[in-house]
């Protein structure tokens, strides 16, 4: 039995609910802030976040470069774009379900992205398994540079999820000042065409790399449903006891600020950090 094990560890989180829809840049700065009050509080219980992206929005990774994407078919089809704070490509967040995990370092999490994003993705595939019976594997290696693409999704990184080599679910992390932040995209159903026309790709070959949950699970999912995959994988995985939270006053203010301040700014957007 693994020290994570729910019969050994039965730990206490939070959950964020309800599923929150909002625009892009208020559930960037929203991750943001929940991040800083993770750093700035010792007794910061690990939150898991479940939302959607309302309207659909496109994503950019902290140092990927505006031009890697078609920024004006974005606009023409009523995508927002925003620049998140962690790493990675870029994201199309339309029909997906995206995940938010912010917790201090300390058991079972460690100061390693490795193992941290090892835990996570079990977390999530045991869901995905019980729920859908959808069997997701780990990445085992790290991807080759000149594989690095402007789309997130042609590429699994290591230890992210995917079926049958196909990448299922995209995700980065950041760690800072003794906490760390884990977000990321889980496609429900998929546009290749639109997907493929943002990166200036062939939607054959998304279709190769990547895989939604429709066609993993042979049938359409719903936002909840997803949902409450994933919160089920948590308590398989790492003993997750939920209780139900919202989002404390201080930390929507400081997100209200970053809004201003970052993710509403169109030269944030715009300029690799």
């Not at 078609?70 to 089809?77: L, V």
């Not at 000042?177 to 889980?186: C, D, S, T, V």
Request: proline share 5%; hydrophobic share 40%; glycine share 8%.
């Amino acid at each position: 039995m693994s020290p994570s094990s729910p019969a050994e560890a039965p730990r206490a989180w939070n959950v964020i609910e309800p599923l929150e829809e909002s625009p892009g840049s208020w559930q960037m700065a929203l991750d943001e802030a929940q991040l800083d009050d993770a750093c700035a509080r010792a007794d910061f219980v690990p939150t898991l976040r479940l939302y959607v992206f309302r309207p659909g929005c496109l994503s950019l990774g902290r140092t990927q470069s505006y031009e890697s994407v078609d920024a004006a078919a974005a606009k023409e089809q009523g995508l927002e774009l925003v620049r998140r704070v962690t790493g990675g490509s870029g994201v199309l967040h339309h029909g997906e379900l995206t995940y938010s995990f912010i917790a201090r370092v300390g058991a079972p999490f460690a100061d390693s992205i490795e193992q941290n994003y090892t835990l996570l993705s079990e977390a999530i595939a045991a869901g995905l398994a019980s729920r859908f019976g959808v069997r997701a594997d780990l990445e085992p290696s790290r991807p080759e540079r000149t594989l690095a693409s402007g789309a997130c999704f042609l590429t699994p990184a290591l230890k992210e999820l995917k079926v049958n080599g196909r990448k299922l679910v995209g995700s980065a992390q950041r760690r800072q000042r003794g906490a760390f932040m884990q977000h990321g995209a889980l496609p429900l159903v998929t546009d290749y065409a639109l997907h493929a026309r943002l990166f200036g790709l062939e939607p054959e070959r998304l279709r190769g790399a990547m895989m939604d949950l429709k066609e993993a699970a042979g049938r359409e999912v719903s936002h909840a449903d997803a949902a409450e995959a994933l919160k089920q994988g948590f308590t398989e995985s790492l003993g997750a006891q939920w209780t139900s939270s919202s989002i404390a006053p201080h930390v929507r203010a400081r997100a209200e600020a970053l809004v201003a301040e970052r993710y509403g700014r169109e030269d944030w957007t715009r300029d690799a950090l």
